[in-house]
């Protein structure tokens, strides 16, 4: 099903999102989840989605870079639970946001990320990526903190998003 994504300064998009318990993997509500995330993805054809931007404050995040992926083909990552460990460099990107429609601005990341996570059958995996995913991971994982790029950017940047969502609305 395909589900509305919430547009920031929704309020659900500044909680923090609690972690999947054991017992929800396998459940219909929890595969359910994991299937209207990916409708909704690619609906609207983004790259990344956290449960949190359909409004469910879980851990759960999704990410599929299509030919820019770093495996060399496409991978549809569903990542829950996971803990980043993030390399020390840094580079200024261009990123959108599905929460932010029509808004680009540059935000730092680092340039490569290791991630510890459970799959959507709950197992558990391990990987390193650089590259759209890297960045996207960083982009989703704020997303289960409750931040987005407003929150990322410096006050003139944070002023140039708030104009543009209010031109729009
Ligand atoms: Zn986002």
């Known amino acids: ?3 509305k994504i919430l547009i920031w300064p929704h309020p659900d998009l500044k909680k923090k999102s ?13 595969n359910n989840l994991i299937l209207d995330m990916w409708e909704t993805l690619y609906d609207v054809g983004g790259v990344g989605l ?13 990410v599929d870079a299509g030919k820019s992926s770093s495996r060399k083909a496409p991978v549809r990552w569903v990542f829950i639970n996971p803990v980043l460990s993030l390399k020390e460099e840094t580079a200024p990107l261009n990123e959108g ?7 680009v601005e540059t ?6 990320v290791s991630v510890e996570a459970v799959d959507e059958t709950g197992e558990a995996f391990a990987g390193d990526f650089v590259g759209l995913e890297g ?8 997303h289960l903190d409750g931040i987005a790029i407003p929150d990322r950017v410096d006050q003139e940047a944070y002023a140039k998003i708030l104009k543009k969502l209010k031109a729009k609305s």
């Open 97 to 103: 946001c599905l929460s932010l429609p029509g808004i």
């Open 1 to 3: 099903v395909i589900k």
């Open 50 to 62: 956290s449960a949190i931007q359909i409004g469910v404050p879980k851990r759960v995040f999704i």
């Open 18 to 30: 609690a972690p999947v318990l054991p017992e929800e993997f396998g459940t219909a509500a929890f």
């Open 107 to 112: 935000v730092v990341r680092h340039t490569a």
């Open 135 to 142: 960045q996207c991971i960083q982009h989703e994982h704020d």
